[in-house]
């Protein structure tokens, strides 16, 4: 049998694949299931036919959001996906993915909130994953006590945050999961190697292992798409900033107070050849 693992990472994926690993895995309804009894074991009732996934399709852009959403037993689960990097903004992305989810929830039922018939809603649950390392956060985040000093606003989000953790569940799979990607990551950069590493060493570890047994594939693809998006952000950033250093350097060229020593201080980013030229470009406009 051919070794698909070992030639697909040469091949970089299209920019166009907009999931996740995160969302590849629980938009199965057996792992989503799963998901929904290590949160709520008590619900031994609960089937896969019982879950309905809304979650929220990322249309506008080719970034990679790691937001899901479903509905079970009127209960609308949200479940916001933080990567190694930790900001209570998260908080932000969990109020907006609420709305917009109520909004959609509203138009899918055919209730219109304008009117004077009450709307009927789903409880929510809201959880943050966070795949980095647990320190001293807390268990649970919220809008009021993060960005308003705990005062009594008229609108509150609380979110529950679930980390790494001692049991075999599907969500510390997940999580254990990211972070060997990050070793790996660590030690052979963003390359195939590592992409084809983690999923090695998670299946060695009985880590997601039956379905990176079935999804082998599209994992690479899900995971090389990261890559490059990651790269792309970083090129979009290093010009953005380029253009603000040649900006600035521009109107201190015009000003005409400081020598191209001085303003190579305050644009560190350009080289002296650079503001060289951009200062024969400002003199022939003049």
């Known amino acids: 049998m051919q070794d698909d693992t070992k030639q697909t990472p040469k091949v970089m994926a299209k920019r166009t694949a907009k999931n996740s690993v995160f969302l ?3 938009q199965n ?3 989503l299931l799963r998901l929904y009894k290590t949160l709520h074991p008590e619900d031994t009732a609960a089937t896969e036919d019982s879950l309905t996934d809304v979650t929220i399709e990322n249309v506008l852009t080719d970034n990679l959001y790691n937001d899901l959403g479903f509905i079970v037993n009127n209960k609308l689960m949200i479940l916001i996906e933080a990567q ?16 917009q989810s109520y909004h959609e929830y509203f138009q899918r039922t055919s209730q219109n909130y304008y009117k004077s018939k009450k709307v009927k809603m789903p409880k929510p649950e809201l959880y943050v994953i966070f795949t980095g390392n647990r320190g001293q956060k807390p268990d649970t985040i919220s809008l009021s006590k993060e960005f308003f000093e705990d005062a009594d606003i008229d609108i509150e989000v609380k979110a529950k945050v679930i980390y790494e953790s001692d049991t075999d569940d599907i969500i510390n799979q997940y999580i254990i999961f990211c972070k060997v990607f990050n070793e790996q990551t660590k030690q052979h950069g963003m390359t195939g190697k590592a992409v084809t590493e983690t999923i090695r060493i998670c299946k060695d570890r009985n880590i997601l292992r039956e379905y990176l047994a079935q999804r ?6 899900i ?4 890559f490059d998006e990651e790269q792309i952000m970083k090129s979009f950033i290093k010009s953005e900033r380029h253009d603000e250093a040649r900006e600035t350097a521009e109107r201190l060229i015009k000003k ?6 001085e303003i190579a201080e305050c644009v560190p980013t350009l080289s ?3 503001l060289k030229e951009l200062e024969a470009e400002v003199m022939q406009l003049a």
Do not use: C, H, P, Q
């Not at 900001?87 to 907006?96: E, G, H, K, Y």
């Not at 995971?223 to 990261?226: D, E, P, Y």
């Not at 005409?256 to 020593?261: E, I």
């Open 272 to 274: 002296f050849d650079e």
């Open 216 to 221: 082998e594939k599209e994992v690479v693809t």
């Open 24 to 26: 590849d895995l629980f």
């Open 29 to 31: 309804k057996s792992y």
């Open 256 to 261: 005409g107070k400081m020598s191209l020593d």
């Open 84 to 99: 190694s990097t930790w900001t209570m903004n998260i908080l932000v992305r969990v109020l907006l993915y609420l709305a």
């Open 223 to 226: 995971m090389m798409s990261l």
